[in-house]
Structures are given as structure tokens and as C-alpha cells.
């Protein structure tokens, strides 16, 4: 079997360059969103935000639609990641939602412009109706499962009041975009630790049996 054939170093550069206008165009796309939302980002401004002419920018994505989607693309895969690694190592049901909660908090605050993209889009995020891409809804899909799997653990154990799981992980995942918009008003002031415990806390006074209520709180 002959060997295959090796990329030249011309047509490796050529893929390096691309990587990094993808990177670029990308970074500034979500700041362009970010500010001014989908519906009036400017692909002008995106461009210029990368330091790229136009004829690059729709060279690597030939619509404003196909930026918007790459970028959440990769934006979901690493926070799917980043909350699958959380609830992997989970013990225990408790862990699990903890892991999950947390996770997508601190993901958002760590990309503040993407966070304030999807607030800009008014996005409900208790359902799919507005979501643009698939990519957006297949995250929402698995986070709600995830969730729902989680409660109904927890009550089966007790530790949370028996109710509808799927009621929930919509309203839990509404919480966490109360706290994250009220997070974004107060100019980020705010850690990622206290954020987190404080959503966490709110979640247990919500949800748990009271006579579990203390116990769980020691637990943060």
C-alpha cells in the first residue's frame, strides 16, 4: 500500500491562515452580536472587528447566518464539554444537577459577549422556539434531559419535592437566566463562585423536601 501523500508546507500555511481568520472572524462576530444582536449585526463591522477584508470574511463564511452558526457551534461544544466533565465525576443526583448548574454558569460568565448575545436575542431559554440553529437546540435538548434526569434521581431519593421533572428543568434553567441577565445589569461585579453558590442555594430553597433542606445546603 503506497504511503499517503504529505500536505505540502504551502498548502499547510494555507490551512494555518485559515484557522486563524476562522478564530478572528469568529471573536469578533460575538462581540458584533453581542452589542448589537443578530437581526442588526453588520458583516462590515464583523469584518472590520477581524482585521479582514470582506472578500476573506464571505471567503470562510459565505453568509452572516453561517458566522452566527459557527460561532455557536463552537461555543455549545465547549460548554457541553466543559458540563459533561462536571456531571461525569458527579457521585450522586445532588452532584449531578450541582455540576450541571454550575457549569453553565460559569461557562456564560467566562464569555460575557456571549452571554450577552443571547440576552440581546431575547431568547427564552426555557424553550426552542426561537432558536436559530440546530446546534442551539440539540444543546437545549441534551441540558434538559440532563436536568430532568437529575430532579427525578433527587426525588426518587428523597431529597427533592416529587413534581413534574421536566417542569423542573425549565424553571431551574430560568433561574439561571434571572441570575445571569441581573449578573450582566450589575456590570459583572459579581465572582463566578459567588454566582454559582448563591444559584444554588436559590435552587435548594425552591426545590428541596424541607426536612432535607438543611443537609443539602451544608453540602455547597
Not at 458584533?32 to 469584518?47: D, L, M, P, R, S
Not at 463564511?61 to 464539554?81: I, N
Not at 450541582?98 to 456571549?114: A, K, S, W
Not at 434538559?144 to 434553567?173: I, Q
Amino acid at each position: 500500500m503506497s504511503p499517503q501523500p504529505q500536505h505540502s508546507p504551502r498548502k499547510r500555511l494555507q490551512e494555518a491562515k485559515r484557522a486563524l481568520y476562522r478564530e478572528a472572524i469568529l471573536d469578533a462576530a460575538e462581540r458584533e452580536f453581542a452589542a448589537h444582536g443578530y437581526e442588526q449585526a453588520k458583516v462590515t463591522a464583523i469584518a472590520k472587528g477581524a482585521g479582514v477584508s470582506l472578500a476573506t470574511l464571505y471567503g470562510t463564511f459565505p453568509k452572516k447566518h453561517d458566522v452566527y452558526r459557527a460561532l455557536q457551534k463552537d461555543r455549545l461544544e465547549q460548554l457541553m464539554r466543559d458540563v459533561g466533565a462536571q456531571v461525569l465525576a458527579a457521585k450522586d443526583p445532588f452532584e449531578r444537577l450541582r455540576g450541571g448548574i454550575e457549569g453553565y454558569l460559569r461557562f456564560h460568565m467566562e464569555h460575557p459577549d456571549y452571554l450577552r448575545g443571547q440576552l440581546r436575542e431575547g431568547v427564552p431559554w426555557g424553550t426552542t422556539d426561537q432558536l436559530r440553529t440546530p446546534e442551539q437546540t440539540q444543546a437545549w435538548e441534551a441540558g434538559r434531559v440532563m436536568m430532568m434526569t437529575a430532579f427525578e434521581a433527587g426525588m426518587d431519593e428523597g431529597w427533592f419535592v416529587r413534581d413534574d421533572p421536566e417542569l423542573c428543568a425549565r424553571t431551574a434553567t430560568a433561574m439561571s437566566q434571572v441570575r445571569l441577565s441581573l449578573w450582566i445589569d450589575r456590570d459583572l461585579d459579581e465572582s463566578p463562585d459567588a454566582v454559582a453558590r448563591a444559584a444554588m442555594q436559590q435552587l435548594l430553597r425552591a426545590f428541596a423536601e424541607p426536612a432535607e433542606l438543611a443537609a443539602l445546603l451544608e453540602r455547597l
